[in-house]
């Protein structure tokens, strides 16, 4: 009797993973690896490593290096992210190789004599660059956790770049929308033109610069990138184009190794990014939040689960912006941010029939950060899992490459609070806390997060799109979790998105009934209607069959889940 009542349990626990309603669109499925980024050919890169007997950390190096060529705008040796692992002993781990400020920085530095922002100084150019970390981070997590050499894992990606790689419609669409960029700078466009012109859908696009570059850092390991000559070039680069970038940047730099942020839900375990992510604090906190509303009662997308999601949003987006940076440089009060009591304090505040004013929270002061980023997730037969976000911050970064390195170099450098108060180039401004300090690492909305029940993966999941990077994870998790979608829905299925200020919702098409939207009109709310957003990366694995389910988001149509 006791069995049967177990069984029934698990079965009414895990029914939503097996068939919870017809669906649109089938995940991929493997029952021993998966891969899910948004470029194909880097994906497949990945299951061919796992394929061959290396495990997700082996995998996610495979991938990070490959996306570095197959997916210029936003995989990058020129940037800096973070990983969050679950390994198959249980333990979790996050690694933080955000970009730093050079040391020569200073809080001033984008302002003219008048105190004001100077236009582009942030985002275009080599004043906008921080000291990359990609390199630094794959290396650590390749040397702490994988098994395979850095010159197995990096074949492939140098293979790409040497010999090139058929671009597709997907690939093309985000060349074609910065053609005059790249005709700016003539090391970029002898790259990323044809002869002058577009690529078409077809062409052949070869990265032999790029090749060159991967070759010494696959030989000579991390030194070739922060000791030797690729660092060499940058620096020099930089010091010709009123860059602050120093040898002594990059022999400084360092990754960081810490504990995952950590909260439950409904009886999961959300294992995310701490700072200098905000992602990780602020998911966690809208979790707390949400956890006692029963929005599968309440309906998708309905009056009022939307009601209480973007109450949450709103007041988490409130104390991210607050309180959270850089912990080298601030203090950040994140036991008490993810505290399910302070969300019961928040919970008291929401009105069930009333839109809250944002300006009732505080101060106006919005987020600052860029929106063009690249995540992907990796799952092994062993149980473990690995969680990567990495960018360049803006789409191609700052545009430049220097000299014949063959990559583009980040503008992270307008993460920061170039002046408190003000507002970068995608509306968002921060305080205080995220200003600019030699060494510091700006403050990150990337939330590469994994999820567990009793020790088992069950989810692994993460986006680009500057602050809608939360949003974004949390309603595709919402959506596995609570309306029991299978995953390649879950990550298909439209957004919203509310960060405190500006108080509205941004909304993707379709994202509400008309009615929906009536009503939530009449409590207060106001919409702005947006264009798509965002790239999920997600898998699921069937926690009774162990069955591995992969999802490519849609709106990243160069992307696929591979399983193997």
Known sequence: MIK???FVGLFFLYSFW????????????????MVASEQHLASDIGANILRQGGNAVDAAVAVGYALAVVNPCCGNIGGGGFMTLHLANGENIFINFRERAPLAAKSTMFLDAAGNLVPGASTVGYLAVATPGTVLGLETALKKYGTFSREKLMAPA??????????????????????????????????????????????????????????????????????????EKIVKASQQNHGLLSMEDFAAYSVNMLPPVTCSYHGYTIISAPPPSSGGVTLCEMLNIIEKYPLKKLGFHSVMSTHYIVEAMRYSFYDRNKYLGDPDFVKNPVAELTSKSYAAEIRDKIKPDRATPSSELGMKAELHEGMHTTHYSVTDKWGNAVSVTYTLNSFFGAQVIAGDTGFFLNNEMDDFASKPGDKNQFGLVQGAVNAIAPGKRPLSSMTPTIITQNGHVVMVVGCPGGPRIITATMEVILNVLDYRMNVQDAVNASR??????????????????????????????????????????????????HVQYGANDKRRPAGKATGY
């Open 158 to 231: 140098i293979q790409l770049a040497e010999k090139g790689y058929i671009l597709t419609a997907g690939d093309i669409k985000l060349l074609d929308a910065h053609i005059d960029d790249f005709k700016k700078q003539s090391n970029v466009a002898a790259i990323f033109l044809k002869n002058n012109k577009p690529y078409q859908v077809g062409d052949r696009l070869m990265q032999a610069n790029l090749a060159t570059s991967l070759k010494l850092i696959s030989r000579d390991g991390v030194d070739a990138f922060y000791k030797g000559q690729i660092a």
């Open 496 to 545: 919203f998105h509310h960060q405190w200020y500006p108080d509205s919702i941004d909304i993707e098409p379709n994202a509400f009934s008309p009615q929906t939207m009536k009503a939530l009109k009449h409590m207060g709310y106001r919409f702005v209607p947006l264009p798509e957003w965002g790239a999920v990366e997600a898998i699921t694995i069937n926690p009774l069959t």
């Open 18 to 33: 097996v068939a919870p309603f017809v669906v649109a669109a089938q995940p991929a499925s493997s029952k021993l690896g």
């Open 4 to 6: 049967h009542r177990i």
